[in-house]
DNA sequence: GAATTCCGTGACAGGATCGTGACAGTCAGC
DNA sequence: GCTGACTGTCACGATCCTGTCACGGAATTC
């Protein structure tokens, strides 16, 4: 199960800038413009976690964080400021009113998704669940569950461990005795091809939307997960093109 | 396995302030206050992180991390930058010489160390990563990937333990025989000059940029990985021509 | 300069390797 | 006990790899 984030901007700009970064970094996104907004959406399906930008039309951010502390259903809801001043009188008064922590503008995105992982691993242990990521592929290790894109891949136990240990090492490759070793476990007595017949399940089952392949055949030696080649034509001379 | 971080930082309040998180977190702490005492411990015993403050008396941050990058000793170390301003042309300037993340002051102690833990989580695996270089030419072990200068090369599985072999031992000649036994393997029956067949499919290989050969034929003798000699000298180069 | 040895080059056929689909045994849950 | 999912194994075919050969040019020796 993934985190839900709503996001509470009203700058169209900052707010895309938000949802990306969060989306990439495996986060389910939700977005508001306005206070009004936010209240609505989190009474709809309360997200499990709150950005919320310190200046907004109408309610004001920190006035929308006091009224749900106020409310026994959102009282616990993490919240992270958004503010384009460092002052220090300002964060304190941020985090007086209740917000977990804070984060100014300009900020980076890699800053922005630290944060938000480590306010929601104290708030909700299982939810910021050890994740995993490798492009546009996704694995939780607390929930189990593993995504490509925004599609859920549902995978086997053994494609499970196979995609984790590979994703645990991205680029490396392994040979078959290797990964018999280290997945199917030292004592396990299989032939080595069992692992093609895996590598094959779980290539299907990673690129059933029809995805690029991110499972490198290694002719001789193994497997990887390394990133495909763009396919490029023309340039170097022919001849050694192909393999 | 704790991980050793190494602090270098001039300032005694930031300093105690990082060291007590750190060690909080279950990491072993040293410290240094300036460039110079860091090169003295990093070479006695040497850290698997540096958290480096920007501006340092004496050698700056900046300059500390490019010198540890060009020592193969140290080149792998990972670096968190320590900066107090958030201006993004530091913080490009601060990736480009090589840190692996970037931390702006005023920090919190929270998000410090989970910068800390990922950074060591994803240096963790590449610090094993056995790169053979010689000239433009560089050979991932682990991955299993060849690069001519920017190019990646694909090689069959012969050829690439052939280059391995001549790039473990640059400069040496060996003969035919020689190759048979390192490359193919002690009890392989082949024809000595299966080598010549090789070798050729590796030069078209590496050369199908119209990149200079790398690989030297010696008459009589065998191969050896070399680099070519510049062309049209008036007399003749004595110096390769023994051995 | 001619004979000889050595190496580069291209082609080719056999063989190794991998992808693919199918199948049966096992196990858990109902 | 039945059903369905999971997994190890196998056979087949396509592709890639690789050892070998013949030829000709280049270097070396006499």
């Known amino acids: ?3 839900r984030v709503l996001i509470v901007e009203d700058e169209p700009a900052v707010r895309r800038l938000l949802a990306y970064n969060l989306e990439a970094a495996g986060f389910e996104v939700a977005a508001a413009r306005d206070g ?6 989190i009474e709809e399906l309360p997200p499990d976690l709150l950005i919320l930008d310190w200046m907004l039309p109408g309610l004001s951010g920190i006035e929308l964080c006091r009224r749900l502390r106020r ?3 959102t009282a616990g809801l993490p919240v992270i400021m958004l503010t384009a001043r460092v002052e220090e009188s300002d964060r ?3 985090l007086e009113t209740g917000a977990d922590d804070y984060v100014t503008k300009p900020f980076s995105p890699a800053e922005l998704v630290a944060r938000v992982r480590a306010v929601l691993r104290r708030a909700r242990p299982a939810m910021a669940g050890e994740l995993l990521t ?3 592929l996704r694995l939780d290790l607390l929930a189990h569950r593993v995504y490509r894109g925004h599609r859920e891949v549902a995978l086997s136990p053994t494609e499970f461990r196979l995609l984790r240990h590979l994703m645990e090492n991205p680029h490396r490759v392994f ?3 290797q990964l018999l070793d280290r997945v199917w476990g030292l004592d396990a007595e ?5 692992v093609d017949a895996t590598i094959r399940r779980l290539r299907r089952a990673l690129n059933a939307g029809g995805e690029p392949d991110l499972v490198r055949t290694v002719r001789g030696t193994g497997y990887a997960l390394d990133l495909p080649e763009p396919e490029a034509a023309g340039f170097s001379a022919p001849g050694s093109a192909g393999r």
């Open 1 to 3: 199960m993934t985190a």
């Open 36 to 41: 009004e907004e936010a209240l609505l959406q």
């Open 71 to 73: 409310r026994p259903a």
């Open 92 to 94: 304190l008064r941020g």
């Open 134 to 136: 490798f492009a546009d």
């Open 175 to 177: 040979g078959r005795g």
């Open 190 to 194: 299989v032939e080595l091809r069992t």
